[in-house]
Nanobody
């Protein structure tokens, strides 16, 4: 059974940075896809970053236009942890952030794909940015 546990959220001022972590247990990285989603109040959940692990090793990452250049996704597979480094935060980044995972994926089914592609979810961690 795959379990995902996020941490690192909090309240910050605009312009500051945060790093979110997602510890995965029972998850196979090779050929799998992990992603960060966020859901702001009264808005739909949106994917902001995805990372695919090739069967032959190495990863491929995707970031949405709203965070590209400010957020970076990467994973530390030996330590079973997915990260999201967030910089230059602004009030529009205020949301609940979720980690998601799916084994047996492909790059085409990973990069920028929505909720339906992921079978495993964390409980979320809240990020609040004050201007």
């Amino acid at each position: 059974q795959v379990q995902l546990v996020e941490s690192g959220g909090g309240s910050v001022q605009a312009g500051e940075s945060l790093r979110l972590s997602c510890v995965a247990s029972g998850y196979t990285y090779s050929g799998g896809c992990m992603a960060w989603f966020r859901q702001a109040a009264e808005k739909e959940r949106e994917v902001i970053a995805s990372i695919y692990t090739r069967w032959t090793g190495g990863t491929m990452a995707w970031h949405s236009g709203s965070v590209r250049g400010r957020f970076t996704v990467w994973q530390d597979s030996p330590n079973n942890t997915l990260y999201l480094q967030m910089a230059s935060l602004n009030s529009e980044d205020t949301a609940m952030y979720y980690c998601a995972a799916q084994s047996g994926s492909t790059w085409g089914r990973c990069a920028g794909r929505g909720e339906s592609e992921f079978g495993y979810w964390g409980q979320g961690t809240q990020v609040t940015v004050s201007e």
